[in-house]
Structures are given as C-alpha cells and as structure tokens.
C-alpha cells in the first residue's frame, strides 16, 4: 500500500530534522493545520502550499506534488499556452499510455533533438 500525502511528508519533515511548529512558520499555516495534513484529516494542500513546502524542507516538490496527485502549476501554464500539448495528452490516455511507453517518447524526443536546444554548459 502506498504512502499517503501526510505519512510522506511527516516522514520528509522528520529526516529534515524541522519541527511542526517550525515548518508551520516558514509557510504561514498554523501548526494545527499542518498536523491535521500529516495525519490526513484534511486533504493535501494547494499546489502552491506544497510547493512552499517542498522549498521549507528542501526537497524536490515534484515528490510531494505527486504524492498529493497535483500537478506542477508551470505544467498547467504551459499545456494552457500550448494547445497541441494538451491535444498530445488527450492522445496519449485514449491510447493509455503507461509508464514504458513515456520512457520511449522521453527517450525519442532526446533522440531527435525536440525543442530547444541545449545550452553549453562550459
């Protein structure tokens, strides 16, 4: 069975070494309502709170913005300035692409060279 969003991210904050009240602070929400998250007698937070979240813990938000099945609001701004890349998703889950078939698209798109091109990094 799978971690909930609380049980992993009262798990982050432990290894992290940060206190309740501590993270509560550092993303001005009270103590209460991150306890309440942790235990999972309220549903995860924003996008934006988990984001906060992630930045106070220093760990990858894409970690915690999965765990509460959210996604990165710069994905959303993108598909919403990119409407062939929302008519590529609605593709891909009527063909229900899975893990292995996103690896290869991954793979492939490395392979041709898609988008920009990469900065020199020297």
Known sequence: ????????????????????????????????YLSDVEQDNVPPPSEEVIINIAAALNVNK???LLAAHKMDPELSNYIAEEPQAADFLRMAKDKEFKGTDWEKLSKFAELIDLGKPKKDTK
Do not use: H, Y
Request: glycine fraction near 12%.
């Open 62 to 64: 894409n970690l915690l």
């Open 1 to 32: 069975m799978t971690d909930t969003f609380g049980k992993i991210l009262r798990k982050l904050r432990m290894q992290s070494g940060m206190g309740l009240r501590e993270l509560a602070r550092l993303i001005d929400k009270s103590p209460g």
